[in-house]
């Protein structure tokens, strides 16, 4: 800045010395402020212009794998049990659940019959009740499709020929009582030598006698279900043979039966058959004791069973020999008439597959069938499409490779604490 010497000699003329060394230093330090100024601003523009492209910098998150078994990628700095669909459990959860790992490996699966059949009664536990005696009906306390117990009573029948019988029961009682009361006179007797040794014999083969009628009278009324003690000589009641259920009922109140009439049908369905039909050229391939699977064909149902008998005889128009397995039926899901489809493990023919898992490591979630593989921090459910199966191994077309882990014992545990966490997270 510059001050012309002429305006000094005018402001010299009217002002001291001293005043002007102010007004000097005045405009030096107005000066020195607005350089300042000017720095500072190119200073806080260069950092703001640095902070905007460091904060953009931050906000792209960076990604690596989580780990090499799940395949999956997590954000830098993140927790690997917090992977979508990850089951999380602890080792020792793991340890008490009692579920190990094996490497899914190369196989020789036994070949499979596939086979068609129908659930039938058990003949063996199926019961056609009939009255063996002739008599009307005068009550029917069972329904049809009631459960049952052994020495239930099913019906009351008015029976002539009951009467009859426990009428000649009750005769033979009473000459029992007379012939027990002449025989011990007769031995008091001859004890006492008043009567000869030959009236005591003859009075104890008529006490003989009587006790072979008793006798005879109640097995008849045991043979055909009635009790020899009732309220009225007619009356019959008719009972279950065994627990079971009412699976036919073939009488009313008031009706005429007769005492070969089929009258109910019990049927214990806590066990049934799976009934087959083996084509001849597959018959060397059955046998009794062999494990089979049976499938629903009307709904998601399996089980396991064995092969219980195989028929010595080839139908003449079907050529193929029947054959059934056993299954049991707690909870009476296998109801007879149901169509099923029953695979059997060959003898003989074995078929290598390349990768098989644990038959009981596959599992159904949804829509979908999965294995559970190890991640850090718990499992994963692996979708994967099976093939075939003997029932112990099963073969894995795509999803899962050779040599990875999986869970083979404890799948359903897995399973299970899959769908409480589906469950938890809806709510």
């Given at each position: 800045?510059?001050i012309?010497?002429?305006?000094?000699?005018?402001?010299?003329?009217?002002?001291?010395?001293?005043q002007?060394?102010?007004?000097?230093?005045?405009?030096?330090?107005?000066?020195?402020?607005?350089?300042?100024?000017?720095k500072?601003?190119?200073?806080?523009?260069?950092?703001?212009?640095?902070?905007?492209?460091?904060?953009?910098?931050?906000?792209?998150?960076?990604?690596?794998?989580?780990?090499?078994?799940?395949g999956?990628?997590?954000q830098?700095?993140?927790d690997?049990?917090?992977?979508?669909?990850?089951?999380?459990m602890?080792?020792?959860?793991?340890k008490?659940?009692?579920?190990?790992?094996e490497?899914?490996?190369?196989?020789?699966?036994?070949v499979?019959l596939?086979l068609?059949?129908?659930?039938?009664?058990?003949?063996?536990?199926?019961?056609?009740?009939?009255?063996?005696?002739?008599?009307?009906?005068?009550?029917?306390?069972?329904?049809l499709?009631?459960q049952?117990?052994?020495?239930?009573?099913l019906?009351?029948?008015?029976?002539p020929?009951?009467?009859?019988?426990?009428?000649?029961?009750?005769l033979?009682q009473?000459?029992?009582?007379?012939?027990?009361?002449?025989?011990?006179?007769?031995?008091?007797?001859?004890?006492?030598?008043?009567?000869?040794?030959?009236?005591?014999?003859?009075?104890?083969?008529?006490?003989?006698?009587?006790?072979?009628?008793?006798?005879?009278?109640?097995?008849?009324?045991?043979?055909?279900?009635?009790?020899?003690?009732?309220?009225?000589?007619n009356?019959?009641?008719?009972?279950?043979?065994?627990?079971?259920?009412?699976?036919?009922?073939?009488?009313?109140?008031?009706?005429q039966?007769?005492?070969?009439?089929?009258?109910f049908t019990?049927?214990?369905l806590?066990?049934v058959?799976?009934?087959?039909?083996?084509?001849?050229?597959?018959?060397?391939q059955?046998?009794?004791?062999?494990?089979?699977?049976?499938?629903?064909?009307?709904?998601?149902?399996?089980?396991?069973?064995?092969?219980?008998?195989?028929?010595?005889?080839?139908?003449?128009?079907?050529r193929?020999?029947?054959?059934?397995?056993?299954l049991?039926n707690?909870?009476a899901?296998?109801r007879p008439?149901?169509?099923?489809d029953?695979?059997?493990?060959?003898?003989?023919?074995?078929?290598?597959?390349?990768?098989?898992?644990?038959a009981?490591?596959?599992?159904?979630?949804?829509?979908?069938?999965?294995?559970?593989?190890?991640?850090?921090?718990?499992?994963?459910?692996?979708?994967?499409?099976?093939?075939?199966?003997?029932?112990?191994?099963?073969?894995?077309?795509?999803?899962l490779?050779?040599?990875?882990?999986?869970?083979?014992?404890?799948?359903?545990?897995?399973?299970?604490?899959?769908?409480?966490?589906?469950?938890?997270?809806?709510?």
């Open positions: 800045m510059s012309k010497p002429n305006l000094i000699e005018r402001l010299h003329d009217r002002v001291g010395k001293k002007l060394i102010a007004i000097a230093v005045v405009l030096l330090m107005g000066g020195i402020s607005a350089f300042a100024v000017v500072m601003g190119s200073k806080t523009s260069s950092k703001g212009q640095h902070g905007h492209d460091e904060a953009a910098t931050h906000a792209t998150p960076t990604f690596k794998p989580a780990t090499e078994t799940t999956h990628e997590r830098e700095g993140g690997p049990t917090q992977l979508e669909g990850v089951i999380q602890s080792v020792a959860s793991v008490a659940a009692g579920i190990t790992v490497p899914a490996r190369a196989a020789a699966l036994r499979m596939q068609s059949g129908e659930i039938k009664f058990n003949e063996d536990r199926t019961a056609h009740v009939v009255p063996r005696v002739t008599g009307v009906v005068e009550a029917v306390p069972a329904s499709g009631q049952v117990y052994k020495g239930q009573v019906a009351v029948l008015s029976s020929s009951i009467s009859q019988q426990r009428a000649d029961l009750q033979a009473q000459r029992l009582v007379l012939a027990q009361t002449t025989y011990e006179r007769e031995k008091q007797l001859w004890q006492e030598r008043i009567s000869p040794q030959q009236d005591v014999q003859q009075a104890e083969q008529a006490l003989r006698e009587a006790e072979i009628s008793v006798n005879n009278g109640r097995q008849k009324l045991l043979a055909i279900g009635a009790s020899a003690e009732a309220t009225a000589l009356r019959f009641e008719l009972r279950a043979p065994f627990d079971g259920v009412i699976v036919e009922k073939h009488m009313a109140l008031g009706e039966v007769r005492d070969d009439t089929n009258v019990i049927s214990d806590r066990s058959w799976a009934q087959i039909s083996v084509p001849a050229r597959e018959m060397a059955v046998r009794i004791g062999q494990m089979a699977t049976v499938r629903s064909t009307a709904f998601e149902q399996s089980a396991r069973g064995t092969v219980a008998f195989v028929g010595p005889l080839i139908g003449a128009q079907t193929s020999a029947d054959a059934r397995i056993t049991n707690p909870n899901a296998w008439g149901l169509f099923v029953v695979e059997l493990a060959s003898v003989d023919a074995l078929a290598e597959a390349a990768v098989t898992v644990g009981d490591a596959v599992q159904t979630m949804g829509n979908k069938t999965v294995v559970f593989t190890p991640v850090d921090g718990g499992f994963l459910p692996q979708p994967v499409k099976v093939g075939r199966s003997d029932g112990q191994r099963t073969e894995i077309v795509s999803g490779k050779a040599g990875t882990l999986y869970a083979a014992t404890g799948s359903f545990v897995l399973k299970s604490e899959a769908g409480k966490a589906s469950a938890s997270h809806g709510h």
